[in-house]
């Protein structure tokens, strides 16, 4: 890691204030813990010095004042799902471990929202509104696990961002405390409100530098009451692209809009050993669903199924009931495990890129599968956002893949930014992706947002190392 | 005004520089720009000192390096139709009129998205795409003439704002351009996004003080097909809001969602003469419109009617074709005018609650009648997003009614921030609403926000005296 500002020690006075703060039990600093909150997904990071786990907004503000005080770096962490490096230390210091907030503290259906604790995890919170008709739309692969906090930190995103639009779009407030201990209001309870500036959609996506988020307000819409399902076969990604011009010239918007490249089908096929997921000689498959009331369910999933016929589908299966349903979507499930088939490491990016010039981003693979020896690419992704991750496969032990892939990487990366594209549309920049910030904002973009950091942190002890290159 | 920062005097080789700048004929310091550009609808305001027409994006930041190195205050302006006086100098100084920046660059119909300059008036940006299928949702009152850059520098609202929210729900990305005069680029063409901090959402109602947006990437939807509108009356407010209650219960998110109160009826049934708008013993008119493919549309308007009779509507009128449903509408077009009728001088404020707490916001108001002798206070408004418009009217020569109206505007922002409300959900504070800022924001919260302020803008030259008491 690179080396950040003069930090203070992490002293053995320092950890006996943060036990007077938080109780003795609620810190550790052994090595399995340090370990632990020292990595996420992404299975790379540096160790905490401690670990806290504060039961209350209150504790929380203790501990980033005693940080303060002593000039420690804190990382505010959920649930550890980031692919990114979010989560975890860039410089050691305190890991701000929110596992105790995690109750759902109002569901208000009259006025559409709810609130919850930062660590509610984001799949229990959809179950508790859907229960009583109401919904939360996003949905990271995540959300049996990743908490809201977490989601609104990295600006969660998933497959019905299409239709209902990614994490921001359902955040109404926010309680979060600075880095200094301060504690803010953001936002509020309804849609709209223009005091001040919107900290609310500042605070989203801003990776844990800017303030620590303790308690989440969503708004909520009606639970749709119907949803259709349907598989749709291409032999080329051009045609499942077209498919996807044809709906939205048909005035659909459905609620997913799935894409899997030919190469990830191979890959699903041979871990399985069955075609039925995959048929042989698909370029493309698109998974698609459209979800309301049950009279435009039945409209719109027509509308579809024809975009897809016009398109040159090769076959279009429809799924109205929930096991049908289901079994369609495994291909999608089985993705992850799958992949893992065609090599042992995986080198995960989430690019996106304007949703006409998706087939132009596949050209652009296809280039870098030509030119990267020991490295597989197979694709998938929200091909109705332009959201496509592109997953690098090799041995870690073969020198000359590990370095194309480093090539492929950057090249990747290069020509996103060439098709008006962003490095990332869900998973962050964390410190994984931080040399590649420069490609996509200027210096003095990047400037502007270090000044930024500094007036809700000045003395750079929340998260440092993360987001923008030193 | 207050006395601002040790500003740079407006001399004769600045406005020589300007003059070099822009071209000599864009530049006017004679007394009729000065007045014409030193107010917008709220009809107060500061002279500007010089007024400037820049023609485009490399012109706007050379007017700002002009104004960074006299430190001359420097206010943007769109169309001034603001109600909070946004666009007119709290300190003289130069006003950025940006009527030349009015072109539509692009309409993207693939990408679901148009690029236009800051002066395209809304209503003109929502002709162009809906001739190609596309819609651009927020419809705030002032469409025929505001402009897509002042409604992003203002957020602003309208009455379709509780099914597909408000401006900034659909700015995908922005030019703007730095106190400084440096060009930054935010966001962009794609949906999600989360490389850096959210600059986009952060400037979208920053009132102008952070930078200057030049161009405006705006998210467009298809079309909806059908619509249908309804009219029902109530005897009460609180029916009227049952009816809002019932229908979110029957899962309908209309495309509009209108109350308007008695005494604003009363007022439209004297202006007009006629009582067919606003039927006698009517305490509450809702005005609704449900959009979409026909089959919805009709299922959802039969929702809505419903909702309507179980709450006790007292007549509820259903328009399918163009002339009826503008026929419907009328009653809220006639709105502004016909409160002239009840006083010369309207003090206009833009409260919102918790849709929930609708009725106990009109208890409050209820209250204010009584103890505000010589002031009338009609109010309509977005009742599906709890924005409602409270509208003071009196006659300024009475010096009891101006002292009731400045009392009763202090218990009204109170009571507002007791109800978890907020005192302005699209009009903005500009300078009118300073004073009542600190209601809702608290100490650290307001100093937050001005070190962000200082991020963008260390010399406080952009739009000074707005938004943040001094």
């Given at each position: 890691?690179?080396?950040?500002?003069?930090?203070?020690?992490?002293?053995?006075?320092?950890?006996?204030?943060?036990?007077?703060?938080?109780?003795?039990?609620?810190?550790?600093?052994?090595?399995?813990?340090?370990?632990?909150?020292?990595?996420?997904?992404?299975?790379?990071?540096?160790?905490?010095?401690?670990?806290?786990?504060?039961?209350?907004?209150?504790?929380?503000?203790?501990?980033?004042?005693?940080?303060?005080?002593?000039?420690?770096?804190?990382?505010?962490?959920?649930?550890?799902?980031?692919?990114?490096?979010?989560?975890?230390?860039?410089?050691?210091?305190?890991?701000?471990?929110?596992?105790?907030?995690?109750?759902?503290?109002?569901?208000?259906?009259?006025?559409?929202?709810?609130?919850?604790?930062?660590?509610?995890?984001?799949?229990?919170?959809?179950?508790?509104?859907?229960?009583?008709?109401l919904f939360y739309p996003p949905d990271p692969?995540?959300?049996?696990?990743?908490?809201?906090?977490?989601?609104?930190?990295?600006?969660?995103?998933?497959?019905?961002?299409?239709?209902?639009?990614?994490?921001?779009?359902?955040?109404l407030g926010l309680e979060a405390v600075l880095?200094?201990?301060?504690?803010?209001?953001?936002?509020?309870?309804?849609v709209k409100n223009v005091v001040g500036y919107?900290?609310?959609?500042?605070?989203?996506?801003?990776?844990?530098?800017?303030?620590?988020?303790?308690?989440?307000?969503?708004?909520?819409?009606?639970?749709?009451?119907?949803?259709?399902?349907?598989?749709?076969?291409?032999?080329?990604?051009?045609?499942?692209?077209?498919?996807?011009?044809?709906?939205?010239?048909?005035?659909?918007?459905?609620?997913?809009?799935?894409?899997?490249?030919?190469?990830?089908?191979?890959?699903?096929?041979?871990?399985?050993?069955?075609?039925?997921?995959?048929?042989?000689?698909?370029?493309?498959?698109?998974?698609?669903?459209?979800?309301?009331?049950?009279?435009?369910?039945?409209?719109?999933?027509?509308?579809?199924?024809?975009?897809?016929?016009?398109?040159?589908?090769?076959?279009?299966?429809?799924?109205?009931?929930?096991?049908?349903?289901?079994?369609?979507?495994?291909?999608?499930?089985?993705?992850?495990?799958?992949?893992?088939?065609?090599?042992?490491?995986?080198?995960?990016?989430?690019?996106?890129?304007?949703?006409?010039?998706?087939?132009?981003?596949?050209?652009?693979?296809?280039?870098?599968?030509?030119?990267?020896?020991?490295?597989?690419?197979?694709?998938?992704?929200?091909?109705?956002?332009?959201?496509?991750?592109?997953?690098?496969?090799?041995?870690?032990?073969?020198?000359?893949?590990?370095?194309?892939?480093?090539?492929?990487?950057?090249?990747?990366?290069?020509?996103?930014?060439?098709?008006?594209?962003?490095?990332?549309?869900?998973?962050?920049?964390?410190?994984?992706?931080?040399?590649?910030?420069?490609?996509?904002?200027?210096?003095?973009?990047?400037?502007?947002?270090?000044?930024?950091?500094?007036?809700?942190?000045?003395?750079?002890?929340?998260?440092?190392?993360?987001?923008?290159?030193?």
């Amino acid at each position: 890691m690179a080396a950040g500002p003069p930090y203070g020690p992490v002293t053995e006075a320092f950890v006996d204030a943060l036990r007077l703060a938080v109780g003795a039990e609620h810190v550790r600093t052994d090595d399995e813990a340090r370990a632990t909150y020292g990595a996420d997904a992404l299975k790379k990071g540096h160790p905490a010095d401690v670990v806290v786990w504060p039961a209350d907004t209150a504790e929380v503000a203790a501990v980033l004042r005693l940080c303060t005080a002593h000039r420690v770096p804190v990382v505010p962490r959920g649930a550890g799902t980031g692919y990114t490096g979010g989560a975890v230390p860039s410089f050691g210091g305190v890991v701000l471990a929110l596992q105790r907030l995690d109750r759902i503290l109002e569901i208000d259906e009259r006025n559409l929202l709810a609130v919850a604790e930062c660590h509610v995890v984001t799949g229990d919170l959809q179950r508790a509104v859907e229960a009583v008709g109401l919904f939360y739309p996003p949905d990271p692969a995540s959300l049996p696990t990743s908490t809201i906090g977490g989601n609104v930190a990295e600006c969660a995103g998933g497959p019905r961002a299409f239709k209902y639009g990614v994490t921001k779009r359902y955040i109404l407030g926010l309680e979060a405390v600075l880095p200094s201990g301060e504690i803010i209001h953001t936002g509020g309870k309804s849609v709209k409100n223009v005091v001040g500036y919107d900290l609310t959609q500042l605070l989203v996506g801003s990776e844990g530098t800017l303030a620590v988020i303790t308690r989440v307000t969503v708004r909520l819409v009606p639970l749709p009451p119907t949803q259709v399902t349907l598989r749709a076969t291409f032999t080329t990604i051009r045609a499942a692209v077209d498919a996807v011009t044809n709906l939205i010239r048909a005035r659909v918007v459905p609620s997913a809009l799935e894409l899997i490249d030919g190469d990830s089908l191979e890959a699903v096929a041979t871990n399985l050993g069955t075609r039925a997921l995959a048929p042989e000689g698909t370029g493309a498959l698109l998974l698609l669903e459209v979800d309301g009331l049950p009279e435009t369910v039945a409209e719109e999933g027509r509308r579809v199924e024809q975009a897809c016929r016009e398109a040159g589908a090769t076959e279009v299966l429809v799924a109205h009931d929930q096991a049908t349903r289901e079994e369609l979507w495994r291909v999608r499930r089985a993705l992850s495990l799958s992949l893992r088939v065609l090599a042992p490491m995986k080198v995960n990016h989430d690019v996106v890129v304007p949703k006409g010039r998706v087939p132009e981003l596949f050209d652009l693979i296809d280039r870098l599968r030509a030119a990267s020896p020991g490295v597989r690419i197979p694709c998938f992704g929200h091909v109705g956002d332009g959201n496509i991750h592109v997953n690098m496969m090799l041995d870690p032990a073969d020198p000359v893949a590990l370095e194309a892939a480093r090539v492929a990487e950057r090249a990747l990366f290069e020509g996103i930014v060439a098709l008006e594209g962003s490095i990332s549309g869900e998973h962050g920049i964390g410190f994984s992706k931080l040399p590649f910030v420069p490609l996509e904002l200027s210096r003095i973009e990047i400037d502007l947002q270090r000044r930024i950091k500094a007036a809700f942190d000045p003395l750079n002890i929340l998260n440092p190392g993360k987001m923008f290159p030193e």
